[in-house]
């Protein structure tokens, strides 16, 4: 799938065995400031990171069974990744994530918009979770018409409603 964002197009293409060390890579780009402060020894530090990242992977897949996990490219680089999990009653943004260096360029509105626009035609509430520290994604998700549901824990549920 391929889809037009600002500085070209996008390519999601489904996860695939080869793709572990990549997003290892950018689960640890994703974690709070505070990880690295952890007072652990570099190599227990990244055992800790690296358990982290496969129990929240094996979560998502059990919670998901039927998601669409896919890994953002663009110009055939790994940039990020978008995971959807499609049902009856709404469409769930899993995990959205993109590296450092691509963060702020408009690519997570154009990873959204296609979500929105099916939620819209389906008449379906498209929904996600989000680290309530996480300014940045809070102000793109408010822009995008996404209200804030309920906390969870660290995180916060937020809805966009269909209409």
Do not use: C, K
Not at 57 to 79: C, I, L, S, T, Y
Not at 117 to 129: I, M, N, V
Not at 141 to 153: E, Q, S
């Amino acid at each position: 799938m391929t889809l037009p964002s600002p500085g070209g197009p996008l390519r999601l293409r489904p996860e695939g065995a080869g793709d572990e060390a990549f997003l290892l890579g950018l689960f640890r780009d994703g974690l709070p400031a505070a990880w690295a402060a952890l007072p652990l020894p570099a190599p227990a530090r990244a055992a800790l990171v690296r358990q982290q990242f496969l129990a929240r992977a094996a979560g998502h897949r059990a919670h998901h069974p039927d998601g669409e996990f896919r890994v953002v490219e663009r110009d055939g680089v790994p940039v990020g990744r978008r995971a959807v999990a499609w049902a009856p009653e709404g469409i769930h943004l899993v995990d959205l994530a993109l590296l450092p260096a691509w963060r702020g360029r408009g690519l997570g509105a154009a990873l959204l918009a296609p979500l929105i626009l099916a939620a819209r035609e389906s008449g379906r509430p498209l929904t996600l979770e989000v680290d309530a520290a996480n300014a940045p994604a809070l102000r793109l998700y408010a822009r995008l018409g996404f209200a804030a549901v309920r906390a969870a824990g660290p995180d916060l549920l937020m809805r966009r409603e269909p209409a």
